[in-house]
Each structure stands twice: as structure tokens, then as C-alpha cells.
């Protein structure tokens, strides 16, 4: 068969300046780049990749570098809060700063205290849905999706409830700031929300110090007690309870979200689960791989790096991993357009691989899997009313806005 669409737009694709339309629908610029041109020179040192080998490549090489601070210098200044939060997170960090803070933030997130949320999460879920059935407009991002990591992660640090309004805002402000392209006023809301959320967290810190809750079940505690190796320093401290609220938020909120779109525009799919329930755990990885929370990543190359696609890239490169189409690259996943809730094996990259996977992945997953069953159980033709609203920011992939009518 003889490949008819065309190269130029492929060739000519651009980060900070993406095709009209890619926001929607990305993925027929992700199979023309894939096809045509997936080491993706982006100018300036930088590339995107959309083949699923090469970006596994990247994630699991040894000599790449998540450090950020000679990219965040002349984007936030040397010193402000943004700079000193991205600069300091687990996420954004090398050995052996990363190993130890990712020990530390794991410890706490162990499975013992995943197991323990279990029913704090059915409670929660459960409560929100009486509520949504009183809304005279429900919005399952606003009513439903984006408060349950905020609940959750509130819960974890054990931040009084009456205090957690926030939040949300603040999390939104301080990861938007890292979009390929930030407006100015992307990156002034991000470090005001950096600001603010530091001065709470040093009054909170100081108020469970004095009066520490118990381990066990307080990540906040636990964090600052630290571990047998050591303790994170109050600098450390806080902007890891801000990556805490800022990865646990954005990755469920939006993985909700656009799992429930998903399924809502999948009769056929939403059915099959309702009646084999113990479908929900493939179903949750499939949904994660078609619509990924997170689409781009990046790396600083250490040392020059031969990619299974071929091209060698050199020592300094900045490679951007595009997850979203790594996750729908045939050559790993047979129909990738098409969902399939029972999918297996599902190699997807939505929580990334090596030493960077997402160290929330398994709460984010226990939320996903308890939000959408109880939603589609209690309301089974849900449906979307009006016109979602997408958000538009190319690192991530959720809505704004998602108007249902409940039936």
C-alpha cells in the first residue's frame, strides 16, 4: 500500500510552535514523526523522540542527566522559587542527591501504607459521588477527579481539611511553568505558587515537629524523622512535600479524567467492565497508555548515545521523550488506536522506567482503579453533556473541564 500522507509536517514539527489542532488530537503527527522522522531534530542540540525503543533507550541509559539547573538558570533566575523547587525535587535530580531523596520519599510511600489507604480512598470516592448526584451541573474534573489526589495527598501529609483549598492551584501554577514555551505569566503564577506553598509548609513543618504524628500513617512525620541513612534538610524537606502534592495531583487528576472520557466514548469497552470488574487492573494501564497523564519527559545526555532507530546523538544533547507516542508506537502495541481493557502483556511508559519511574505510581493506580469502577457502577450511562475543555499544555494531557449528565 502505498503511504500517502504527507512528510512536511513531520519535518517541519516543532515544540514550541506544535501543528494547529495537535493539542486535541496528536496522534497522526506522532505516526507521520514516528515514520518519518523519529530522532526529531529540534535545533539548537535538542530532538524528540516518538519511537517506543528509543525512548525505553533513554530511560534506562546510564548516562543521561535529569538535572535541570543550566536549563531552569535563565528561565526562572538562579534563586527564585521556582528555580529552588525544580532544582531540589527527586524528579528533577542526579545521584546522589536523587538515590537518596527517592529512598527517603519511597520509604514512606511503602506498600504498607498504599495497603492502608484502601478504605480512606473508597470513603472519599464514595462521599464525592453523593455529591455529584446533588450538583445541578456535575464537572467530573472540578466535582470529582481533581479532588481526590488533593484529599489524598492532604491525607498523607495530614494537612487540616479546612486548609487544603490551595492546593490545586498551587499545583497547577508550579508544574504549568515547566511547558516547553511558559508564558511570562505562567512562570510569575508558578513562582508566587512556589512562594506561598513554601511559607505554609514552614509553619505545618514546625507544628508537627513539635508535635509529631505517627509514622506509620503520617508521610509528613515520617519524612521528617527520616530513615536510618539520614534525614532530608528543611530545604529538602519542603520542596519534596511540594513534589509530593505537585506528582501525586497532576498524574491522577488527569488519569481520571481522560479515563472516564475514554470510557464514556466506549460503550462497548465501559460494558465489558461493568460486568467483569476484575477487568479494572489491565483496564487502568490501558487507559494510562492511550490518553498518558504525562506526555513529555527529558534528558540531558552525559555521553553520546546510539538509539535503536539508528542515529547516534551526541554529548550535550537535550532529548525530549514523547510518551504519549512512544505508548501508541505499533511496532510494541497491535492496534494502538484501538482501546482494549483486557491488553496484555501493556509495556506502556505513562510512569516512565529506570531510576525516574514515578515513585506515586502505585497510589495514583489504587485511586484510578477505586474512582472509575465506583463511578460507571453508580452512574453506568454517564455521559458527556456540552463541550469539554482540553487543557491545552503539551507536558500534560487531562481537561478542565469534562460537563456530564448522570442519567
Known amino acids: 500500500m502505498t503511504d500517502t500522507r504527507p512528510r512536511d509536517p513531520a519535518l517541519a514539527f516543532s515544540l514550541a510552535a506544535p501543528p494547529a489542532g495537535f493539542a ?39 548516562v543521561v542527566s535529569s538535572d535541570k539547573k543550566a536549563e531552569f538558570a535563565p528561565r526562572f533566575g538562579v534563586g527564585t522559587p521556582l528555580y529552588e523547587h525544580h532544582t531540589t525535587s527527586q524528579v528533577f535530580s542526579d545521584p546522589p542527591l536523587h538515590t537518596r531523596l527517592r529512598r527517603i520519599v519511597m520509604g514512606a510511600m511503602n506498600q504498607r501504607a498504599i495497603a492502608r489507604m484502601d478504605a480512606g480512598v473508597r470513603s472519599l470516592v464514595a462521599g464525592l459521588l453523593d455529591r ?63 512562594a506561598e506553598f513554601l511559607a505554609y509548609l514552614r509553619g505545618l513543618v514546625a507544628q508537627r515537629t513539635a508535635h509529631p504524628g505517627d509514622p506509620e500513617v503520617d508521610v509528613l512525620t515520617r519524612l521528617i524523622q527520616g530513615d536510618a541513612s539520614g534525614s532530608l534538610d528543611e530545604h529538602e524537606l519542603l520542596h519534596n512535600c511540594i513534589f509530593l502534592l505537585n506528582a501525586g495531583h497532576e498524574t491522577t487528576t488527569n488519569l481520571i479524567g481522560n479515563g472516564a472520557w475514554l470510557l464514556m466514548r466506549d460503550p462497548a469497552s465501559l460494558t465489558r467492565l461493568l460486568t467483569e470488574p476484575t477487568l479494572i487492573d489491565p483496564a487502568v494501564e490501558e487507559l494510562l497508555r492511550l490518553e498518558s497523564p504525562i506526555q513529555l519527559n527529558n534528558r540531558r545526555l552525559l555521553e553520546p548515545i546510539t538509539l535503536p532507530s539508528g542515529p547516534t546523538l551526541p554529548a550535550g544533547s537535550y532529548v525530549n521523550l514523547a510518551v504519549g507516542a512512544a505508548n501508541r508506537d505499533p511496532a510494541v502495541f497491535a492496534d494502538p488506536e484501538h482501546m482494549d481493557i483486557a491488553r496484555k502483556p501493556n509495556h506502556h511508559l505513562a510512569f516512565g522506567q529506570g531510576a525516574h519511574a514515578c515513585s506515586g505510581m502505585n497510589v495514583a493506580r489504587l485511586e484510578a482503579r477505586i474512582a472509575l469502577l465506583a463511578l460507571f457502577q453508580r452512574f453506568p450511562r454517564l455521559a458527556l453533556t456540552g463541550t469539554e475543555v482540553r487543557d491545552r499544555r503539551l507536558r500534560f494531557r487531562g481537561f478542565k473541564s469534562l460537563p456530564v449528565e448522570l442519567t
Not at 30 to 43: F, I, K, N, Q, T
Not at 160 to 181: F, I, V
Open 132 to 194: 455529584l448526584d446533588d450538583e445541578p451541573a456535575p464537572d467530573l474534573v472540578e466535582h470529582f477527579a481533581a479532588s481526590i489526589p488533593v484529599e489524598v495527598i492532604g491525607n498523607l501529609l495530614d494537612i487540616p481539611k479546612h486548609e487544603r483549598g490551595p492546593l490545586r492551584a498551587w499545583s497547577l501554577a508550579t508544574l504549568s511553568a515547566l511547558e516547553p514555551a511558559p508564558s511570562a505569566a505562567m512562570v510569575d503564577a508558578g513562582q508566587r505558587a512556589v
Open 24 to 62: 486535541d488530537d496528536p496522534a497522526p503527527v506522532w505516526a507521520a514523526l514516528r515514520e518519518h522522522s523519529p530522532v526529531h531534530d529540534l535545533g539548537n542540540g535538542a530532538w524528540y523522540l516518538t519511537r517506543h525503543a528509543d525512548v525505553l533507550a533513554v530511560y534506562r541509559s546510564a
